[in-house]
T-cell receptor, first 111, second 113 residues
Framework: DAGVTQSPTHLIKTRGQHVTLRCSPI?????VSWYQQVLGQGPQFIFQ???????GRGNFPDRFSARQFPNYSSELNVNALLLGDSALYLC??????????FGPGTRLTVL | SQQGEEDPQALSIQEGENATMNCSYK?????LQWYRQNSGRGLVHLIL?????REKHSGRLRVTLDTSKKSSSLLITASRAADTASYFC?????????????FGTGTLLAVQP
């Protein structure tokens, strides 16, 4: 079975631009979560979606938004990019309440 | 903010030796999970231990959980060079409808061949 997939692998943007990151969960998983990992730190929770509804939101500004589609794939959008948004963005899928399985991540660099 | 701390921050051992990493957390939990991360790539799930369990084994991995001390340890026996990675503990809090993981700061393990 395919694991969690994310696209793109790497992305370079400039300050003020907008970015969209994509995630496809493991087949049968209805929950998708997004995490941000800054270099040298552990991942920080951004959002969780289940059955297309937002179930949780971490301490991130409104520039961060996400959505989940009927096929349970998800997008993370970040507006008005700042240098501090440079990070590895990780997507995880799970059956709700169970182990979360992570994708390979999208490395975002903001110049 | 991080839930807790891993200790040590970095660990260097020789192949064949055992590696022990500790994790402390702050709030009550439903379960605690350990993940491995190679060179800034995605996280690989290693083992999950529930709050009513005290010890769990998976291959060369042994995890303990002490909820009274809010701490956990991960033991990797007979380490290999391929075990070189960062290791994170993550606590799961199912408060409300959210299934979020709160990660520690990580232990960087280097296994010398």
């Amino acid at each position: 079975d395919a694991g969690v997939t994310q696209s793109p692998t790497h992305l370079i943007k400039t300050r003020g631009q907008h970015v969209t990151l994509r995630c496809s969960p493991i087949s049968g998983h209805k929950s998708v979560s997004w995490y941000q990992q800054v270099l040298g730190q552990g991942p920080q929770f951004i959002f969780q979606y289940y059955e297309k509804e937002e179930r949780g939101r971490g301490n991130f500004p409104d520039r961060f938004s996400a959505r989940q589609f009927p096929n349970y794939s998800s997008e993370l959008n970040v507006n008005a990019l700042l240098l501090g948004d440079s990070a590895l963005y990780l997507c995880a899928s799970s059956a709700l309440g169970d182990t979360q399985y992570f994708g390979p991540g999208t490395r975002l660099t903001v110049l | 903010s991080q839930q807790g701390e891993e200790d040590p921050q970095a660990l260097s051992i020789q192949e064949g030796e055992n590696a022990t990493m500790n994790c402390s957390y702050k709030t009550s939990i439903n379960n605690l999970q350990w993940y491995r991360q190679n060179s800034g790539r995605g996280l690989v799930h290693l083992i999950l231990i529930r709050s009513n369990e005290r010890e769990k084994h998976s291959g060369r991995l042994r995890v303990t959980l002490d909820t009274s001390k809010k701490s956990s340890s991960l033991l990797i026996t007979a380490s290999r060079a391929a075990d070189t990675a960062s290791y994170f503990c993550a606590t799961a809090d199912y408060g409300g409808a959210t299934n979020k993981l709160i990660f520690g700061t990580g232990t960087l393990l280097a296994v010398q061949p």
